[in-house]
């Protein structure tokens, strides 16, 4: 509707000058100084309205991309904060393996039986092999929350850019 409201005015004006059947020559020069200054206030008008048409498309636009950048970010939190669930998760597990392998330290320490070193021994290696592999699992989750943080920062930088826009251009209407 919107995109047909300049032809409709366009079709508007000339339907408001009346057909004569007079040539030109015959007008005196007060009507037609009269009609030209109608034609030039109505294209006046036509060329206001399709700026306010134009501004308020611009604007739509920049309400669009600005709520597109929020639903982003949203999503953005919802997967740092899993990240930083999984990360908690990680470092639990790994503090817990840590207290497995010094109880078992210990008990070797504490001058077990050979039958039972060896089997401590095997078995602290399985968590040596577990904390090895807690650690891999950690640092990966940790260089998600960081690059999710940084991406998180960023769209919210970029949204409050959409906003300071929006507010400059809603302070010229």
Not at 70 to 97: H, V
Request: net charge negative; glycine share 4%.
């Amino acid at each position: 509707m919107q995109r047909f409201a300049p032809i409709a005015l366009l079709v508007a004006l000339v339907a408001s000058f009346p057909a004569t059947a007079q040539p030109a020559a015959d007008l005196d020069s007060a009507e037609l100084a009269a009609g030209l200054a109608q034609l030039n206030a109505t294209l006046l008008e036509i060329k206001d309205l399709l700026a306010i048409q134009i501004d308020t498309q611009g604007l739509d636009l920049l309400l669009k991309r600005s709520e597109l950048a929020s639903t982003q970010a949203a999503e953005l939190e919802g997967l740092l904060r899993s990240a930083e669930s999984t990360r908690t998760g990680l470092e639990d597990q790994l503090r817990n393996l840590q207290s497995e392998q010094e109880m078992m330290e210990a008990q070797m320490r504490s001058g077990a039986r050979e039958a039972d070193t060896l089997a401590i021994e095997a078995y602290t290696r399985q968590v040596e092999e577990r904390i090895d592999h807690a650690r891999d699992r950690l640092r990966q989750a940790e260089g998600e929350v960081i690059d999710l943080q940084s991406r998180l920062d960023t769209k919210q930088r970029d949204l409050g850019d959409w906003q300071d826009l929006i507010d400059r251009r809603l302070s010229n209407i």
